[in-house]
């Protein structure tokens, strides 16, 4: 007879962090086993942590910190995995010159392709505004109805808007 433990893992988590890149590698770590001790995937675990890692490394570069006076001033990244077993991922600072929306870079630019990934990987995304902060946000699907099947995400299969080429074919040898 085996005994089995439950294990209480939280289903919401919130951290301030510097507005710069020292906080992003603890954001991704602690994201990472969160994750993991809550039983997902490995590519969930694996999109999730890009995903923020976009999100707070586009915080950090395009918006102005979090001014509240106190020792919390910078960014906040949160997420929270729901009972349908959709993880919502959200980072907040306090809001840039441009509202946060997906470029489309040449293809020798150094950047301007975040929220292009954050769109491919996820469910859904988007931008809440509050007075002195914006929320960038994006969901998963970890488990049950809406996870992904064999792995890879059926939005990839899928040509971007204006692609030159068709890479859907690409994506059926992986199945």
């Known amino acids: 007879m085996a005994l089995v433990v439950a294990q209480e893992v939280p289903t919401s988590s919130t951290m301030a962090l510097p507005h710069g890149p020292a906080g992003v590698g ?5 994201l990472r086993k ?8 490995d590519a969930v675990v694996d999109d999730a942590v890009l995903i923020l890692s976009e999100l707070l490394s586009n915080a950090c570069r395009h918006a102005r910190p979090i001014e509240n006076g106190g020792p919390s001033s910078g960014l906040r990244a949160a997420w929270r995995l ?4 959709l993880l919502t991922l959200e980072v907040t ?9 997906p470029s ?7 950047g301007g392709r975040g929220l292009g990934i ?15 902060e914006v929320t960038v946000w994006a969901m998963l699907a970890v488990r049950g109805r809406h996870a992904r099947r064999n792995g890879v995400s059926k939005r990839m299969a899928m040509p971007a808007v204006g692609a030159v080429a068709d890479f859907g074919d ?6």
Not at 26 to 30: I, T, V
Not at 34 to 41: I, K, T
Not at 170 to 175: H, N, T, V
């Open 26 to 30: 603890e954001a991704r770590r602690r």
């Open 170 to 175: 690409l994506f059926d040898e992986l199945a």
């Open 93 to 101: 600072d306090g809001g840039g010159p441009t509202r946060p929306m």
């Open 34 to 41: 969160e994750l993991y001790d809550a039983g997902a995937p």
């Open 104 to 110: 489309s870079p040449s293809l020798t630019a150094r």
């Open 82 to 85: 729901d009972e349908n077993g």
């Open 118 to 132: 954050v769109g491919s990987l996820s469910l859904e995304w988007g931008v809440r505004d509050t007075p002195g």
